[in-house]
Nanobody, 124 residues
Framework: QVHLVESGGGLVQAGDSLTLSCAAS????????MGWFRQAPGKEREFVAT????????YYTDSVKGRFTISRDNAKNTVYLQMNSLKPEDTAVYYC?????????????????WGQGTQVTVSS
């Protein structure tokens, strides 16, 4: 069992930066692909970014490419999402997730464990 806890969300202005963290307990994350998803009010949960178990492969949804960076520190059992140039449309609850599959995963159905989410609000 993997327990994930996100942190780092908050209220910021457009153009600001935030770094989300996802800390794991229970098992080491080094054998899991990790992902970040988000859900805005009234919308379905959507994929944001994913990183392979080693960190060698990453993938982003088009709307965040060039602004967001996913990374991981397996020694600290933590995954990060650096978010720059934030826009009001980035406002959502952000969730991290772990997949038993080693490679990058875009589909939420392929993730086995989820955190409780952290709110990110970007004002214009």
């Amino acid at each position: 069992q993997v327990h994930l806890v996100e942190s780092g969300g908050g209220l910021v202005q457009a153009g600001d930066s935030l770094t989300l963290s996802c800390a794991a307990s229970g098992r080491t994350l080094s054998s899991y692909a990790m992902g970040w998803f988000r859900q805005a009010p009234g919308k379905e949960r959507e994929f944001v970014a994913t990183i392979s178990w080693s960190g060698s492969s990453t993938y982003y949804t088009d709307s965040v490419k060039g602004r967001f960076t996913i990374s991981r520190d397996n020694a600290k059992n933590t995954v990060y999402l650096q978010m720059n140039s934030l826009k009001p449309e980035d406002t959502a609850v952000y969730y991290c997730a772990a997949s038993r599959r080693y490679t990058i995963q875009l589909l939420s159905a392929l993730y086995d464990y989820w955190g409780q989410g952290t709110q990110v609000t970007v004002s214009s």
